[in-house]
DNA sequence: GATGAATGTAAGCGCATACTAACACCAGTA
DNA sequence: TACTGGTGTTAGTATGCGCTTACATTCATC
């Protein structure tokens, strides 16, 4: 399968794939289902990927990578690259709904897909820490563990995130008040 | 269904239910697999709670009482609560692995799982509210809306459980470091 | 010892699933 | 023209799902 690389049918399929996935779980997300939304061949989609197990994998790697463009790059300016941090991370989880939350449950028995979730993950993990790194050796931030930091910071994020996703009245985050919040706590 | 409630084969489909649905996910926690870990026929689970989808919120409604027991009742030594609560949490979401997530992924095309979580997340949000609320009126604790003391010292507790369960690598939460962290930024 | 409630056993229904086989079509290239 | 690679169509397979029906068994209470 995928012999010469018809790009705009492996698109739209994975495409299809990552959207079902956050509509009906991985279970949900069928061959059939995706194959129709892609505007596809169901036997397309297995000639092209093989499995439907190959399909998600991929289809999560992918995702992984288009979080990865909006990542960390410190501009010199801590507090407004904090702002523009949260922000666009929330962005994107608002976005991808009960997504990552199912990967998350599904990885846990789809052994495909717990590699690729791991792969995006890990990417993910090395640029954020990299940007806490760099303003320590700035002088802006404590000497901590950058564990500290990442969790310090995108925790209250990922919180909100999946409370917001899940319950009807959660409780806000303001991100003004979380920048400051993290400052006082991890500020040199 | 249900006439007299028999407890102990109630209970024995509900503890299967819930281990089934972190081990395998809600389409993996088939009614076949629920009632053999139980030591039950399929049937007597039909009897008992008509469906799955009732089953299984039921059954998430137990875990989030579960959940709520191990709340937070101020003893008026704050930096103690915050330790006591932080471990705690932490050990309750190591247990339960990847449960959350797939409960998470699930609500949202399971109306009575959904129902289940609200009521359960709606539970225990109160508390944790009244808690941080309390340290407020006491002026330990700056006024800043409750959602932002929630997220600041929850969140880190989350997402350390998150990538922890989905990760092999993760960064780890240093507990100690975490209280500091949270009441140097929101300490009165 | 009869009653009735809770459970078990066995068989099966209708349906959806992931995946496959066989064959037809069509565009671009040699 | 002939070939080839990507796709579509159709019709499957075997499997597992949630759930039901009919009948038998156990056991405490009257």
Redesign the pocket.
Known sequence: MR??S?RS?DDRLLEAALELLGERGY?G?????IAERA??????L???FG???RLLAEAVRRAGADFEEAAARPSGDLKADLHALAGRYLRQWRRAGTFPFVVAGAAAREPELRRALEEALAGRLATVRAFFEHYQRQGELRPAPAGSLIHAFFGPLVSAALFGAALEGAPALDVEAHVEGFLGGWAA
């Open positions: 012999l010469h018809s049918t279970e997300a069928t061959t059939r289902r505007g596809v061949a169901e036997v397309t297995f000639r092209r499995s439907k197990a």
